[in-house]
């Protein structure tokens, strides 16, 4: 089955500083990378999203970067701040009945 | 408000007694699934549903039963619940129409621990 693994496990930073949050895959077929972000106490929510046809996707300050010969995929947020402090996780797989999900990556942002 | 709603968000219970986790969806989605989050291990796909009627499962079922009788329900049962059920539950549901990567909505979660 699929294996994905999330690194940094905990990410501090400065607020108006940059993030990243890197993923690698196992699985060759996977095809859909959603990242989502999980505030205290609450669901995750997606927040971006890419397919296997797209090497890059942005949203206002978040991007996601995928590469599928490498098996990687990132998370990239700038210009962060406090609000952007949660849990981010990133999964991969084939529609939602075999997503995989990463462990998770507790970022801090500092004021 | 279109939402995913859980009840209970916190129960304990104890080993053995059975209990019933409500999920529900007012977003006539037709695809809806139950994770637990671990520490450290992240979200695991319990069981989920593509429609009435239609479950499987998913990356880590034992010890969990769910139904879904109605569309927007989708009920996780623990028959005899055991410590290391002890966890972060959510509900999520998506609509699944042509495009199984639609957007999955989660739920607020429950935090269930068993003593």
């Known amino acids: 089955g699929e294996n994905v693994e999330q690194h940094p496990s905990t990410l501090s930073v400065q607020e108006g500083d940059s993030a990243v949050i890197k993923c690698t895959y196992s699985?060759?077929?996977?095809?859909?990378f959603p990242w989502y972000k999980q505030e205290l106490g609450k669901g995750p929510q997606l927040i971006i999203d890419?397919?296997?046809?797209?090497g890059e996707k942005k949203d206002q300050r978040i991007a996601v970067t995928l590469n599928k010969t490498a098996k990687h995929f990132s998370l990239h947020i700038t210009e962060t701040q406090p609000e952007d402090s949660a849990v981010y996780f990133c999964?991969?797989?084939?529609?939602?009945?075999?997503?995989?999900f990463g462990k998770g990556t507790m970022l801090l942002v500092s004021p | 408000e279109a939402q995913v709603t859980q009840n209970p968000r916190y129960l304990i219970t104890v080993t053995g007694k059975k209990l019933t986790v409500t999920c529900s969806q007012n977003m006539n989605h037709e695809y809806m699934s139950w994770y637990r989050q671990d520490p450290g291990l992240g979200l695991r796909q319990i069981y989920y549903?593509?429609?009435?009627?239609?479950?499987d499962k998913g990356d880590v079922p034992e010890g969990y039963k769910v139904s879904r009788k109605e569309k927007r329900n989708f009920p996780l049962i623990l028959e005899s619940p055991s410590p290391n059920q002890t966890s972060l539950y959510f509900c999520?549901?998506?609509?699944?129409?042509?495009?199984?990567?639609?957007?999955?909505?989660f739920g607020p979660g429950t935090r269930l621990t068993v003593l």
């Open positions: 999520a549901s998506s609509l699944w129409r042509q495009d199984p990567t639609d957007t999955q909505y």
């Open positions: 699985d060759s077929a996977s095809n859909y």
């Open positions: 549903s593509m429609n009435v009627e239609v479950t």
């Open positions: 890419i397919r296997s046809n797209v």
């Open positions: 999964a991969a797989g084939y529609g939602y009945s075999t997503l995989t």
